[in-house]
């Protein structure tokens, strides 16, 4: 059974920082491409950071020089770093997992960011 896994959200002020962490579980973690997404109420889900098998890192504009997205191949887990945090941030965030050749996608619950004063 696949499981993906996400924590470490919760409320910051602006300017702070969080960790999340995305545990897989069921997969062969280190042929997947991880991403992290977001969704704000009203809004599409976008990409903010994706990170392939060899550990190449993308990032959504709006967080280039303040996100991080780094993965544990040895621990089946991707995290993402968030430093000067601002309300547009507030989101849930969401952890997937894609293999590409065979189109294998899978999605976890979310972990909600939230940053207020």
């Known amino acids: 059974q696949v499981q993906v896994v996400e924590s470490g959200g919760g409320l910051v002020q602006p300017g702070g920082s969080l960790r999340l962490f995305c545990a897989a579980s069921g997969i062969r973690f280190d042929i997947y491409r991880m991403g992290w997404y977001r969704q704000a109420p009203g809004k599409q889900r976008e990409l903010v950071a994706g990170?392939?098998?060899?550990?190449?890192?993308n990032y959504a504009d709006s967080v280039k020089g303040r996100f991080t997205i780094s993965r544990d191949n040895a621990k089946n887990t991707v995290y993402l770093q968030m430093n000067s945090l601002k309300p547009e941030d507030t989101a849930v965030y969401y952890c997937n997992a894609r293999q590409q050749v065979s189109g294998l996608n899978y999605w976890g619950q979310g972990t909600q960011v939230t940053v207020a004063s």
């Open positions: 990170i392939t098998t060899g550990g190449s890192a």
